[in-house]
């Protein structure tokens, strides 16, 4: 389990750290400026067409990878964090307030935190709210824990009730991710990190390949499945 890069991904320890390596010199805390372009707490406009919405800073595991580390999680001997003032569901309201008068947004990253921190009565209600906005057309809830804690992407496609498509992206390793994803009812699944991988180790042809592996293990895992179309993956192959 020490040794399971899942396990180094998700729940780093101290043990880990390399302390021969030093921070890169431009790292800061928000190292993508988040907070500096909030136009309401907690919500990032950068771009024209697209927000991030901070619904809640925290997270269920404190992955070793946080770019928002400066606002997920407590305060720590040597940081003091930064803070949401505003009360939960005021400030989830005024998120919705500045959506509704911004026709040129349509696409709304809901992040944190995590969202699988979030009681889901309190979610769907701001996706609901979110959906009935007309220039909305893009919602994509980014977690990571989802994928990291098992959850699986099921409840979200419940929950849209086919209002929209589900997408899985993150945690997409093996050609068995993307069986259970479009089982649990996503249309498809991005993939991120491999590609990156395969192209650090081999160039264009690492992507190329990383590619043909992975679709070769999607074609065992189906053919195990006993599914020989991708139409054909449904919610019956997975565990009651
Ligand atoms: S919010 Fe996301 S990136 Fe940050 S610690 Fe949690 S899982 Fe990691």
Same mark, same amino acid.
């Given at each position: 389990?020490?040794?399971?890069?899942? &396990?180094?991904? *998700?729940?780093?320890?101290?043990?880990?750290?390399?302390?021969?390596?030093?921070?890169?010199?431009?790292?800061?805390?928000?190292?993508?400026?988040?907070?500096?372009?909030?136009?309401?707490?907690?919500?990032?406009?950068?771009?024209?067409? +697209?927000?991030?919405?901070?619904?809640?800073?925290?997270?269920?595991?404190?992955?070793?990878?946080?770019?928002?580390?400066?606002?997920?999680?407590?305060?720590?001997?040597?940081?003091?964090?930064?803070?949401?003032?505003?009360?939960? +569901?005021?400030?989830?309201?005024?998120?919705?307030?500045?959506?509704? &008068?911004?026709?040129?947004?349509?696409?709304?990253?809901?992040?944190?935190?995590?969202?699988?921190?979030?009681?889901?009565?309190?979610? #769907?209600?701001?996706?609901?709210?979110?959906?009935?906005? #007309?220039?909305?057309?893009?919602?994509?809830?980014?977690?990571?824990?989802?994928? $990291?804690?098992?959850? $699986?992407? %099921?409840?979200?496609?419940?929950?849209?009730?086919?209002?929209?498509?589900?997408?899985?992206?993150? $945690?997409? &390793?093996?050609?068995?991710?993307?069986? +259970?994803?479009?089982?649990?009812? %996503?249309?498809?699944?991005?993939?991120?990190?491999?590609?990156?991988?395969?192209?650090?180790?081999?160039?264009?042809?690492?992507?190329?390949?990383? =590619?043909?592996?992975? &679709?070769?293990?999607?074609?065992?895992? *189906?053919?195990?499945?006993?599914?020989? %179309?991708?139409?054909?993956?449904?919610?019956? =192959?997975?565990?009651?």
């Amino acid at each position: 389990m020490y040794a399971d890069p899942v &396990r180094r991904y *998700m729940l780093p320890v101290f043990s880990d750290r390399r302390t021969d390596w030093p921070s890169h010199p431009y790292a800061t805390r928000d190292s993508l400026h988040e907070h500096d372009m909030w136009v309401a707490e907690g919500l990032t406009h950068r771009y024209p067409t +697209k927000v991030l919405a901070e619904l809640l800073p925290t997270c269920p595991q404190y992955c070793g990878h946080c770019t928002r580390m400066d606002l997920v999680g407590n305060d720590v001997p040597q940081v003091e964090k930064l803070k949401f003032h505003v009360p939960q +569901k005021d400030r989830h309201g005024q998120i919705l307030d500045y959506l509704r &008068r911004s026709p040129s947004v349509r696409d709304v990253v809901v992040s944190g935190g995590d969202v699988a921190n979030m009681p889901w009565p309190r979610l #769907e209600d701001f996706l609901t709210r979110l959906l009935e906005i #007309e220039n909305i057309r893009d919602i994509r809830l980014a977690t990571k824990a989802l994928i $990291g804690h098992g959850l $699986g992407a %099921a409840g979200v496609v419940e929950a849209v009730d086919n209002r929209a498509e589900v997408y899985v992206d993150g $945690g997409v &390793r093996r050609g068995v991710d993307v069986v +259970k994803a479009l089982a649990m009812g %996503a249309r498809a699944v991005l993939i991120g990190r491999p590609q990156l991988w395969g192209l650090t180790l081999g160039g264009e042809d690492g992507v190329v390949k990383m =590619l043909a592996m992975l &679709r070769a293990e999607l074609e065992l895992a *189906m053919a195990l499945c006993g599914a020989d %179309a991708v139409a054909k993956i449904d919610r019956a =192959l997975l565990a009651p």
